[in-house]
C-alpha cells in the first residue's frame, strides 16, 4: 500500500460544511492519517492552534494567510499588523464600517493583519489599502488587510524545510483565492467544488464534491480509512 503524503489543508469552505461548520468526520480523518498534517488558514492565529489540540494532532499551523507560522515548537511572523490597523482606522474615519458587531473575535487575536467584513464597501478599502502599501485579499469569509508578499505557500515552504520534506512532497487542499500559493508551492492540489475562480484555476484537479465532501473524496482516494 503507497504511503499517505502529507497534507496541507485549508480550513474554511474545505474542512467545514457551507454553513460553516467543522465538519465533524475532520476527525477521524485527521487522526488516521499517518503522515504530516498543515492546517493552512487566513483565521487567528489561535483558531488552528486549538483545532490542532482537539484533533490531537502536532501543531504545525499556517495562519492568518501565511502570516503566522507555527512548525517544529517555533513561531515566527511576517507582515506588519501596526499598519494593517492604521489602514483600518482610515477606513472607518472615512466612513468603511470593518462589519464585526460588538466583540471582534475575528481580529481581536490577530497579529499581522486585520480582516473586514464582506459587507464593507470594497472600492473605499482598497483605496485605502493601497495609500497604505497593502493588498487586499478576498477569501469568501472575509477581506483581510494584508501586507504584499506574505503567503500561504511561503509558510509551507518554512513548515516542510522544519519537517525535512520538500513543499512538493505535499498535496493541497483548498477553495480560495489565499490557498493560490499553496497550491503552487505544493505538490499536488485539489480545489473542492464551492472553490473561488483563482482557486480552481491554480488547483491541480477540481473534484465533484463541495465543502468536506469534497475534501473527504480526496483523503479517500489517497489511502485515509
Not at 503566522?68 to 492604521?86: C, H, K, N, P, W
Not at 524545510?161 to 503552487?184: K, M, Q, W, Y
Amino acid at each position: 500500500m503507497t504511503s499517505e503524503p502529507p497534507l496541507v489543508l485549508d480550513i474554511d469552505g474545505t474542512l467545514t460544511d457551507d454553513a460553516g461548520r467543522l465538519d465533524s468526520r475532520t476527525f477521524p480523518y485527521l487522526q488516521a492519517w499517518n503522515a504530516p498534517v498543515v492546517l493552512a488558514t487566513g483565521k487567528a492565529f489561535p483558531y488552528p492552534v486549538t483545532l490542532c489540540h482537539y484533533l490531537g494532532i502536532e501543531l504545525t499551523v499556517i495562519a492568518e494567510n501565511g502570516g503566522v507560522v507555527l512548525a517544529d515548537g517555533q513561531v515566527s511572523y511576517q507582515g506588519d499588523r501596526e499598519r494593517a490597523q492604521a489602514a483600518a482606522d482610515a477606513f472607518v474615519e472615512r466612513g468603511g464600517d470593518l462589519g464585526w458587531d460588538g466583540f471582534d473575535d475575528v481580529n481581536e487575536w490577530r497579529r499581522t493583519e486585520v480582516a473586514v467584513d464582506l459587507s464593507a464597501d470594497e472600492d473605499l478599502l482598497r483605496t485605502v489599502a493601497a495609500e497604505f502599501d497593502l493588498e487586499v485579499v478576498d477569501t469568501g469569509y472575509a477581506y483581510h488587510l494584508k501586507t504584499p508578499g506574505v503567503e500561504k505557500g511561503d509558510g509551507l515552504g518554512v513548515v516542510a524545510s522544519s519537517l525535512g520534506r520538500s513543499p512538493s512532497e505535499f498535496v493541497a487542499i483548498g477553495d480560495s483565492e489565499n490557498d493560490v500559493s499553496t497550491f503552487r508551492a505544493a505538490g499536488t492540489a485539489y480545489a473542492v467544488a464551492n472553490a473561488d475562480a483563482a482557486a480552481r484555476d491554480a488547483a491541480d484537479v477540481v473534484v465533484d464534491g463541495s465543502y468536506f465532501d469534497g475534501t473527504a473524496s480526496v483523503l479517500g482516494s489517497l489511502g485515509s480509512t
